[in-house]
Nanobody, 123 residues
Framework: QVQLVESGGGLVQAGGSLRLSCAAS????????VGWFRQAPGKERQFVAAVSWSGSTTGYADSVKGRFTISRDNTKNTVWLQMNSLKPEDTAVYSC????????????????WGQGTQVTVSS
């Protein structure tokens, strides 16, 4: 069993930065792909980024490529999402998830989900 807790969300002006954290409990966390997803009000959940169990492979949605960076430290059971050059359209609840998933734009294979953290970008 893996439990995930996100933190680091908040209110930021357009062009600003935030760093989200996904802290995990459970011995098997280091064997899972971890992804970040976001959901804005009235919209479907959207893939943002993912990182392989080793950290050697990452994937990003086209809308965040070049602005967001995902990384992980398995010794700390933590995955981060560094978000730079934020835009109002990045406003959403951001959730992390872990599972045996491919690193890419999919929700399939993620068995464990956090509660999410709100990110609001003002114009």
């Amino acid at each position: 069993q893996v439990q995930l807790v996100e933190s680091g969300g908040g209110l930021v002006q357009a062009g600003g930065s935030l760093r989200l954290s996904c802290a995990a409990s459970g011995r098997t966390f280091s064997t899972y792909t971890v992804g970040w997803f976001r959901q804005a009000p009235g919209k479907e959940r959207q893939f943002v980024a993912a990182v392989s169990w080793s950290g050697s492979t990452t994937g990003y949605a086209d809308s965040v490529k070049g602005r967001f960076t995902i990384s992980r430290d398995n010794t700390k059971n933590t995955v981060w999402l560094q978000m730079n050059s934020l835009k109002p359209e990045d406003t959403a609840v951001y959730s992390c998830a872990a599972g045996v998933a491919r690193v890419g734009p999919t929700v399939l294979g993620y068995d464990y989900w956090g509660q999410g953290t709100q990110v609001t970008v003002s114009s």
